[in-house]
């Protein structure tokens, strides 16, 4: 088994970019798979408690909470967060806040890595 | 080196895919770049089809946009999240998106 590393770096909550990004880390820890999730610029909105969950309209924090229950490693870039007025008691608990280290850490340890840009 | 590369949309990145060449490359059709799977422009399909590499494209990403398996050009695998987890860990050495 291997690890896999993502940076999200894409768009707000309901784009398509995060959704496969989650889907595919659900796919890789259901196959066994250690998997990381860099969440960076807009990419942190992933990250934000309390997301309301409309009908046709993708939110992502139910599947957050899933990963992280399965033991996915996901950090917020802290400064991204609070660039765009997201508070540290405003993310899904569980999420790490940390700095570009974290994920530069993740990747050296990874086999795979995959950074998935802004739209 | 043994090239992954996701291809998410049809018009924009058709360029910078093309160039691309890899010792085994593989282009992974998602979100609306599974119309390079299925489209014909005045009869020819996406010009990527002709590269040398190995195409698939995500099951899911097609049936969002209400096309089956029937619509994809022969050349091109269906595949699932599982089925693209398993090109990452077991096909190709580097992963881009593009």
Known sequence: MGTLTIGCFASLVGSKSLDFALK???????????????????????????????KDYSTSEKYVKELLEKGVEICECEACALARGIQKPEAIQGIKWDAMHWYLAKIYNSDRVLQIGGE | MKLGVFVNDYKTVTETVGRLTAEKLGLIFIQNGVFHATIK??????????????????????????????????????????????????????????
């Open chain 2, 41 to 98: 422009e005045n009869g020819k399909s996406s010009y990527l089809l002709d590269k040398s590499a190995n195409f698939y494209v995500l099951a899911e990403d097609l049936a969002t946009r209400g096309l089956t398996d029937a619509d994809v050009d022969k050349r091109v695998k269906v595949v699932n999240y599982g089925d693209v987890v398993d090109l990452i860990f077991n096909e190709y050495e580097q992963i881009i998106w593009i």
């Open chain 1, 24 to 54: 595919l880390s659900k796919a890789a820890v259901d196959k066994g798979h250690k998997v990381n999730i860099w969440l960076s610029s807009n990419g942190t909105m992933m990250g934000k408690a309390n997301q309301k969950h409309l």
